[in-house]
């Protein structure tokens, strides 16, 4: 359960801060009683509609909640370490050639790394103040679909750590079964999804500021540079983290890029449910 913890933890840090700041109003926003806070006003950029979000979260419990009962509840597809270091004739050939032994120096920077990247996002705090609870709110839609991803597919398919294939891995994670859950790399899933909300939303707000080269140089590095930690911790192998980045990524323009307001139309991109169909319409 320590894991699953730390994942739910990490998955609304951001939106958390978000949150919080955006109810701390400045005293002329507050002293007008007139003035409401709509959390579906349309912001300078992008814009949340209630339907639209019922389905994203709605999707993201659905894939935790599968995850959490089949996993923690049922403890279904849990594989026991068998005790001996396993063949690396196994593995394919290109994942084999970057196999490397464990490093809990190299892991736990990974973990750092990946922390910060997390934190990217804040660099949209020079935004509206009003818009940032909107801004929180999709940036924790991204990292709960983006969460429930990964570890689906952690859940159906068993694999086998590289630290598996040579000697001095970690106990703990043998006894408590994190030894076969490599596929995909839940740390770059993160840092991407992270670095690629941060990078196209800033974009969006700042079409023609150069620091926009700065914030998608500086969080993809921060993104790189987790997942090459992950290998060289012998956590991941390259086809881990390579899956793991086109998760994030997915889940980091996705997620925004439904709430983005038309400037021609001046609308969304909007979800109506029809019996079990979705008509998608700007």
Request: charged letters at 15%; hydrophobic letters at 40%.
């Amino acid at each position: 359960m320590k894991k699953a913890g730390i994942s739910l933890i990490l998955l609304f840090l951001s939106f958390t801060l978000f949150a919080q700041a955006a109810y701390d109003q400045d005293e002329e926003y507050t002293s007008d009683p007139k003035k409401e806070f709509d959390l579906f006003a349309p912001g300078s950029v992008f814009q949340l509609d209630l339907t639209k979000e019922s389905v994203i979260i709605g999707t993201g419990l659905l894939l935790n909640g599968t995850w959490l009962l089949c996993d923690k509840g049922l403890k279904l597809n849990h594989e026991r370490y068998p005790n001996q270091i396993l063949d690396s004739n196994d593995v394919n050939a290109f994942d084999r050639n970057f196999m490397k032994p464990y490093s809990h120096t190299l892991d736990v920077t990974g973990d750092i790394v990946m922390a910060v990247t997390l934190l990217t996002p804040l660099c949209l705090c020079q935004t509206d103040k009003n818009e940032w609870l909107q801004l929180g709110i999709m940036y924790g839609e991204t990292m709960l679909l983006a969460n429930g991803i990964k570890e689906i597919g952690k859940l159906c398919v068993n694999r086998p750590r590289p630290y598996s294939y040579f000697q001095g891995g970690p106990d703990k994670k043998y006894k408590n079964g994190d030894w076969a859950k490599s596929w995909p790399s839940g740390h770059t899933t993160f840092a991407f999804a992270g670095a690629t909300f941060a990078s196209y939303v800033f974009a969006q707000y700042y079409p023609d500021s150069t620091w926009k080269y700065v914030v998608i140089a500086g969080s993809y590095s921060l993104a790189c540079t987790t997942a090459v930690l992950r290998i060289q911790s012998g956590n991941h192998f390259v086809t881990d983290v390579l899956t793991g980045a086109v998760i994030g990524t997915a889940c980091g323009f996705f997620v925004p890029w439904l709430h983005l307001i038309n400037e021609q139309t001046g609308r969304t991109l909007t979800i109506t449910p029809t019996s079990l169909n979705f008509n998608f319409t700007f």
